[in-house]
């Protein structure tokens, strides 16, 4: 099983800032996936990252994946309170369509 | 488009008592349908996976079972609660037939489980 493992574990900071969080592994990856979850709800999907060196923009989310696709970066440019959740990375498993989600970044953006 | 429903969306349950939560998916046909439970504040656990009717695979041993009745209906299912399946239980489905989306999953409300 590849193991994902994502920091920090928590983040709050002040509407504004910028904040980066992280995904590695010791596993190359075939590709892998960012969702945010807020209180309460489901996951939603962000981006699915393929290439080695993948850099994908989504409004002011930046989403990179490590040239040996082993590790990712999501970086919020001036945070909004709307950017709170829980940032969770996944990657498909060897076998099947399953999912292997990392244990996640709580993002708390102050006001 | 495609959307997901759960239900309940919370159930307060006493320990030993049987459970049953439904999933079903809108606006798609034969889709791989997924059983997740979340700790608090923390990453998804997969417990159970569908590629079609009748067929389930189980990914943790557990006092859970899924079934599939119809194609776009997946239920979770326990004889007999125990404190420690209290969680939030979400349920995700996939395109299995699209090239590169068919890992994407897109997930339900979720339901709230408090076993007491």
């Known amino acids: 099983t590849q193991l994902l493992e994502q920091s920090p574990q928590f983040l709050s900071i002040q509407e504004g800032e910028n904040l980066t969080v992280y995904c590695n592994s010791s596993?190359?990856?075939?590709?892998l996936q960012w969702y945010r979850q807020e209180p309460g709800e489901g996951p939603v999907l962000l981006v699915t990252?393929?290439?080695?060196?993948e850099v994908k923009k989504l409004k002011r989310l930046t989403f990179q994946f490590g040239d040996a696709r082993k590790d990712s970066s999501l970086h919020i440019t001036a945070a909004q309170p709307g950017d709170t959740g829980l940032y969770l990375c996944?990657?498909?498993?060897?076998?099947?369509?399953?999912?292997?989600f990392g244990g996640g970044t709580r993002v708390l953006v102050k006001p | 488009s495609q959307t997901i429903h759960q239900w309940p969306a919370t159930l307060v349950q006493p320990v030993g008592s049987p459970l049953s939560l439904e999933c079903t998916v809108e606006?798609?046909?034969?889709?791989?349908l997924y059983w997740y439970r979340q700790a608090a504040g923390r990453g998804l656990q997969l417990l159970f996976y569908?590629?079609?009717?009748?067929?389930i695979s189980s990914e943790v041993p557990q006092n859970l079972s899924a079934s599939r009745p119809q194609d776009r209906q997946f239920i979770l299912s326990s004889k007999k609660l125990l404190l420690s399946d209290s969680g939030f239980y979400l349920c995700?489905?996939?395109?299995?037939?699209?090239?590169?989306?068919?890992?994407?999953?897109?997930f339900g409300p979720g339901t709230r489980l408090t076993v007491t």
């Open positions: 995700a489905w996939s395109h299995p037939g699209v090239p590169r989306k068919a890992y994407e999953q897109y």
């Open positions: 596993s190359v990856f075939s590709s």
């Open positions: 990252v393929v290439t080695g060196g």
């Open positions: 996944a990657h498909k498993g060897v076998a099947g369509n399953k999912l292997t």
């Open positions: 606006g798609t046909s034969n889709p791989n």
């Open positions: 569908s590629v079609g009717i009748g067929q």
